[in-house]
């Protein structure tokens, strides 16, 4: 009957990390790494829902996008290189970019056994929510090529064509009608893996033997169902599970057994978004870009990735660019990194030349009304939440009155995806590709937006910027391959983009992942960055899979 | 016979008010489920723009009483209710409500089940116990267990699964049976059993842990009061065992009042214990509210809520008529 409000949970829990760490015993046990699964924590929670449907992209289990249907490709967040061929073999453009012609590999079989031919994967992209309206024809050729074509250039698309369409069996798919309430519990795929048992507590893979590169190495693999944090910390320190991406604050205490290695990526930008375009039905002081120019040089980046994310995060970019990795992208190296420390001169300058004057109580305003700004973020993100406050303190020393909440979760998202916000702590999602292309496509240009009181469809650009220059510069690098055009492209997105700040970039986030390498052997390494171990990617998760061993 | 119809009356009244409620509460809570499905698929999809056709299933599941009435909504809830549909759960789609809570309900109904019945034996005995040897050291047995009701239950169960789990490695650290064992989920063996019943141990402990102390101190002053009742002492001056005394004569009459908070601790049994659940990821109901109010999950929330009120209302019925049969005061003033 006791029920402490969860306000006191989060509280507790920290409170609780604290002495659960310096608690910490080791007592791994021993399993030999050959004859048992790998056990993965995804993230999912319980119950797990029975479904394997690869178009349930939010709800279906996690095993289903790589390890058990495939796309065309892997494409490498992490590295420049080119993308790697899993069911397909090449891929070629048109010059125009509107023709795609795409080689498979030869001789590959579903997992029942029936032949995967240039068919199933001329039948995949046009069956469902694979069908993009601006297909104009697609036709298999012979057994291994696919030709497809379009109304526009799909350059920028190919992450999305090539890289996260889940190529699905023609012999069972077209007998499913309404592929949204399909389940597909018995799936079959093209992957290394494929399913062995299922309940709503963890689901079992086992090793497709069909599989084109023979069956992987690790025999069996099995993802948990895991409801909190710390009970996956638990079964990590005792040796229960082998691999879980999630954040740890005090890594030492998991891997210093030495069963346990870590490695951290810093790849998502996390940024304040601002409803920062007038014109499309934005109110507030933070529709003017000195407000956002002055709050971006007023924050202590650094204290904030020490207090707020645990000195894991990175150095975030106001080129939106992923460096070292997009480095030829990048036209001004003044636009590397934002000011990791604040300053609060240049604030007030910034805003005094715009006409604000200080108030009695020290607060910046113009025609007698002071700057006051609303900052929410969702109630137990703590790296948001401590943000966020740290930010608020941040811009008061320089004169900026910025209030920070709290909000459910439900009401975060329903503001910002309708415009009738002024300031949200937020989440970008990293161009997958070497190319910051998407990022500027998808929350910079006006089509990816919608006005006030209206939902984007057609991208995430929440923030409702609207830009002429800008839009026509994606444009441009979205129709050409030609690297002087799009860089001339990307340098004029970049310094319009850095000056008006529609979001002001914060950090870059951490991704900790851990995993056991005493009993499996070929994690990625520094060294070797094949592909991101965390394991709630999806295709990412699946090579990483592919290239383990048991250890004996 | 006029009691139980009128009783009976009343809680049909209840019940069609818990169950309108039911249908508003949810709706009065900020966001579009539809909406916040989409933005989800929309952000999972990479950039990929949703084609009109999921934009439509996905309305027409989540979203189709957009637009129409509040009264049609309403008469169209009853309508699925009396076929017992309880609509597609949206945060686990296309899964139904009734299968996620039929799954569900059994692990709640025996791990809460039979920590409440053990608590409230428990704090019964002691208490009666308590208050029988009143004045003597066994009095530090109260503000002892209250203290353990007041530690936050959290806290309690974080610091037993640090020592007990992790640092002993005694007991199972999370779930309702050992998904390692058994990768193919339940079976009816004696393995799994035992495997179920070695995972209930620590979440059922914490739940008796935080909750005897109330039972205890609302027995131990009940039976204070009734030993100093005339008909004890004339059971004393009739020269019967204590015992017999304890046990027949004060104990029995100082329970009464807790059966009633009993009643309707059984009631709350199914709404499981949220935090348990989530700290052990317990396979329960519980668990399924709280995921269901994040992710707004209308369908999941109005089921999950359903279950819980027709169960509370019918253990006070039966309680009710129970009390009524006992006690005839209750029946001619009722």
Redesign the interface.
Known sequence: ????RTR??AM??A??TA??LS???C?PSSDDGADR?L?VWSGS???I???FNPF????ATHLTFGAIYEPLFFFNQLSADPPVGLVGDSYTYSDDGTELTITIKPDQKWSDGKPLTAKDVAFTFGY??N???DMTSIEATDDTTVVITYSTPKFTAA??ILG?TWIVPEHIWSGID?F??E?NQQPVGSGPYKL?????????VEANPLFRDGAPAVTEV?D?????N??SE??L??G?IDWVGQFIANPDNVTSSGRIATMNQQQDPTVIVTCADEAMGCVGPQVDPAVRQAINVAIDRSTIREKAFAGLAGESSPAFALLPRDEKWVSDASLATSPQSPDAAAASEILEAAGYTKDSDGFYGKDGKTIELDLFSPDGWTDYNDAAKLISEHAADAGIRINARTV????Y??PI?NGDFQLAMYGI?QS?VPDPF?NY??YFTTLASAKVGE?P????NYSRYSNPIVDEAVKAAGATQDETIKKDAYASIQAEISRDLPYIPVVLNASQSFFNVADFTGWPSESDLYAAPLPYLSTASAIVLTHLKPAK | MNFYVRRISFYLVTLWAAISLNFLLPRL????PA?????????????????E??IK??TS?LGAEKGTSLWDQYLAYWGRLLQGDLGVSS?????EVSD?IA??LPWTVILVGVA?VLSFALGLIAGAWVGWRRGTWLDHLVPATTFL?SI????LA??L???L???L?LLP?????D??E?????EWSWAFVASAIEHAILPAAT?VI??VG?WLLGMRNMMVQTMSEDYVVTAEAKGLTPSRIRTRYAGRNAAIPSLAGFGI?LG?VVAG???T?????Y?GIG??MI?AV???DYALMQGVFLVITLTVLAANFVMELIYGFIDPRVRTRG
């Open positions: 009957m006791q029920r402490p006191v949970i507790i829990a409170g609780t002495l659960a608690l910490t015993a007592s699964p056990r929670m319980t119950p829902n029975n479904d349930h992209v939010d709800t469902g929510s069908v993009d309206p992450s999305l996260s309404d949204m309430s389940t062995k048992s299922f309940t709503d507590a963890a689901y079992t099995q948990i169902g895991i409801d909190s710390q009970s638990d079964l320190k005792t229960k459910s979760e439900a009401e998202w329903t995806a999602t997958l998407s496509d998808q939902e469809t057609k991208g995430q | 809570l900020p966001g579009d909406a916040v499905m989409l933005g989800k698929l929309r952000r999972a999809n990479g950039g990929r723009p949703l084609s056709e999921t299933t996905i599941i945060t686990r789609y296309p899964a996620l799954a569900a409440t009701q936050p239950y959290f806290w974080l610091v699964v640090a020592v789990s992790v640092q490695g650290i999370f779930g309702g049976y998904v390692f058994f990768p193919a989920g339940p739940i935080s909750s109330g601790a709350f214990s949220i935090v659940e989530q700290v052990f990821s396979p668990k399924l995921q994040q992710g707004l």
